[in-house]
């Protein structure tokens, strides 16, 4: 089945991982499905219950992706309540004509719309999976891993590796990255190479739920996830010494010493097994490491190993905001603007008007008079400026917005040239034989002595022009 991180098609179908997207900074992700032995108890089948009410999984499935979904009235207070013995029977009974309990929506009952309430049905991409995975790591946000991949050159059919898969934020989005077809597809024919990601992970319950994760995502066959010390047994698929290369051109290692994985990172491992690399192509290599000690001894093994271009970045991916700022007492009234006198100049007239105002007050008290209220003139001190368009008006002020989920790390790169042995040079050198490259003809030389006397030669004729004109000179001004 397809996968819907990578074709979702139009419709969320049975079965299908679907992000509930309640608000901007909160999606809840599920598999969609009509009845789960989870959920007994309710109904309506399967539901999930949220915030802005609860959502029977009958009214998400064979719906449009991005619909939005009114809430149903559900009995959450049955939630857990098994059906006793008697009326589970009863219900197997009936449904034995249907296939397998989990697409058993035959007893469901028909959910009832709720007065409030909604969501909207989202497909997952691997952005919304980062933000809405169940953590238990600490993972790679998409700042991170969009340049890390771009880095790579992790494009369609190339085969990442990756180590450690931890909560698989990296893996969704290497996957999507060289996704060129599903394995069991009919045209992945021999002659194309399909992308894959090869993940290693040392934590054998992480594994496991990773596993489960993408076989979920209907995934299998793209990622394939392997328990494994990495430090010690290496990158090879299967068993680590005798199994299959996964040929790839692109690694990443998320490690907390990721020098210790280098040694199997080569063209020929010293121990004469095969290598994970793929001989016919560049390896493009990234490290992610919080600190600088560590990011030093992976330079220093990286250099002697042979890795070449190595340079460090780190993304510091901040959003901001730019916006017109309003200060002054002329913007009283205006929507988010501050008023407050913007300059000496506005401040002193506004005292002097105020100081003017507190004398007209007390005469007017001592004489037994009505002051006028204050115009607004008077309380803007100098007219506003028309000729000025609205969205102009201010001072531009910018500032950062902190919220942005990203765990920083520093990221080094390195490359390591394809294999090159003496065959692949002797073909090279038939293809572009460089002993028949035409020399251009030689430019006849001069003697030192030609080169002089042809100086000379220059020299005297410029003089004798320079004297001619000079003559010229003089009988033109003798004449006037
Ligand atoms: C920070 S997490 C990786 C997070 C992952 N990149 C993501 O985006 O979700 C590091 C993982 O490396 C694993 N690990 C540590 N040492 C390892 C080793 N020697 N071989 C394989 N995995 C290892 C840890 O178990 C942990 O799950």
């Given at each position: 089945?397809p996968?819907?991180?990578?074709t979702p098609?139009s419709i969320a179908q049975?079965?299908?991982?679907a992000?509930l997207?309640?608000r ?6 599920t598999?969609l499905?009509?009845?789960?032995s989870e959920h007994?108890g309710y109904k309506e ?8 009410g609860s959502?029977?999984h009958s009214t998400l ?6 619909s939005?979904i009114?809430?149903s009235?559900?009995d959450?207070?049955?939630r857990?309540?098994k059906p006793?013995?008697?009326r589970k ?8 004509t249907t296939t397998?309990a ?5 007893s469901v009952k028909?959910p009832?719309?709720?007065a409030?309430?909604?969501l909207?049905l989202?497909y997952?991409?691997?952005e919304?999976w980062?933000l809405?995975l169940?953590?238990r790591t600490?993972?790679v946000?998409t ?5 890390i991949?771009?880095r790579?050159r992790a494009r369609a059919g ?8 931890g ?5 969704h989005a290497?996957v999507?990255?060289?996704f060129?077809g ?6 992945a024919t021999?002659?194309?190479r399909?992308?894959k990601?090869?993940?290693f992970?040392?934590?054998?319950q992480?594994?496991?739920?990773v596993?489960?994760?993408?076989s979920?995502?209907?995934l299998?066959?793209?990622?394939e996830?392997?328990h494994r010390?990495?430090y010690?047994d290496g ?5 680590p010494k005798t ?11 998320d490690l907390?010493?990721?020098w ?6 080569v063209r ?9 690399l793929?001989?016919?192509?560049t390896?493009y290599l ?5 600190c600088?000690?560590q990011?030093?001894r992976?330079?220093?093994l ?11 970045v780190e993304v510091n ?12 007492l ?11 006198p913007?300059s000496?100049?506005e ?5 002097l ?5 507190a004398?007209?007050l007390?005469?007017?008290?001592l004489?037994?008079?009505r ?7 008077d309380?803007?001190g100098?007219?506003k400026?028309q000729?000025?368009?609205t ?6 002020v ?7 989920k990203?765990?920083?790390s ?6 390591l040239p394809r294999?090159?042995s003496?065959e692949?040079e002797q073909?090279?050198?038939q293809?572009?034989p460089?002993d ?6 030689k430019?006849?030389t ?5 080169q002089?006397?042809?100086f000379?030669e ?7 022009e320079e004297?001619?004109e000079k003559e010229?000179?003089?009988?033109e001004n003798?004449?006037?």
């Amino acid at each position: 089945m397809p996968s819907p991180f990578l074709t979702p098609g139009s419709i969320a179908q049975a079965n299908d991982v679907a992000l509930l997207h309640l608000r901007r900074d909160q999606t809840i992700p599920t598999i969609l499905r009509a009845t789960d032995s989870e959920h007994d108890g309710y109904k309506e089948g399967k539901v999930s219950n949220t915030r802005f009410g609860s959502f029977p999984h009958s009214t998400l499935i064979n719906q449009p992706w991005g619909s939005q979904i009114v809430a149903s009235k559900v009995d959450t207070g049955s939630r857990g309540r098994k059906p006793s013995n008697k009326r589970k029977a009863e219900e197997l009974e009936a449904s034995a004509t249907t296939t397998g309990a989990e697409d058993d929506s035959s007893s469901v009952k028909k959910p009832e719309a709720a007065a409030s309430g909604f969501l909207h049905l989202t497909y997952p991409t691997p952005e919304s999976w980062t933000l809405s995975l169940p953590h238990r790591t600490q993972v790679v946000y998409t700042p991170d891993y969009s340049y890390i991949l771009h880095r790579l050159r992790a494009r369609a059919g190339a085969t990442v590796i990756e180590a450690g898969a931890g909560s698989g934020s990296f893996t969704h989005a290497a996957v999507r990255a060289v996704f060129n077809g599903y394995p069991n597809e009919e045209s992945a024919t021999k002659k194309r190479r399909l992308g894959k990601v090869c993940s290693f992970e040392f934590h054998e319950q992480r594994a496991g739920r990773v596993k489960e994760e993408i076989s979920e995502h209907e995934l299998d066959g793209l990622v394939e996830v392997t328990h494994r010390d990495v430090y010690e047994d290496g990158f090879l698929l299967g068993d680590p010494k005798t199994g299959r290369s996964p040929k790839a051109s692109a690694i990443f290692l998320d490690l907390p010493a990721p020098w210790l994985a280098l040694k199997h990172l080569v063209r020929k491992p010293a121990s004469g097994i095969e290598s994970p690399l793929d001989p016919s192509s560049t390896a493009y290599l990234c490290t992610f490491s919080p600190c600088l000690e560590q990011v030093e001894r992976t330079v220093r093994l990286m250099r002697e190993l042979g890795w070449l271009d190595i340079t460090m970045v780190e993304v510091n991916h901040n959003r901001i905001e730019v916006k017109r700022e309003r200060i002054g007492l002329d913007c009283e009234g205006v929507r988010g603007a501050t008023v407050f006198p913007k300059s000496v100049d506005e401040a002193l007239s506004k005292l002097l008007t105020d100081d003017e105002r507190a004398k007209r007050l007390r005469q007017a008290h001592l004489e037994g008079t009505r002051v006028n209220p204050p115009s607004q003139e008077d309380i803007a001190g100098e007219p506003k400026d028309q000729s000025t368009p609205t969205y102009n008006l201010g001072r531009l002020v910018h500032r950062t917005e902190s919220e942005i989920k990203t765990h920083t790390s520093y990221l080094v790169f390195a490359i390591l040239p394809r294999d090159w042995s003496e065959e692949d040079e002797q073909k090279c050198r038939q293809k572009w034989p460089s002993d028949k490259v035409e020399e251009e003809p030689k430019k006849a030389t001069k003697s030192r002595k030609q080169q002089k006397k042809e100086f000379k030669e220059l020299r005297l004729q410029e003089q004798k022009e320079e004297q001619e004109e000079k003559e010229e000179q003089a009988t033109e001004n003798s004449e006037a």
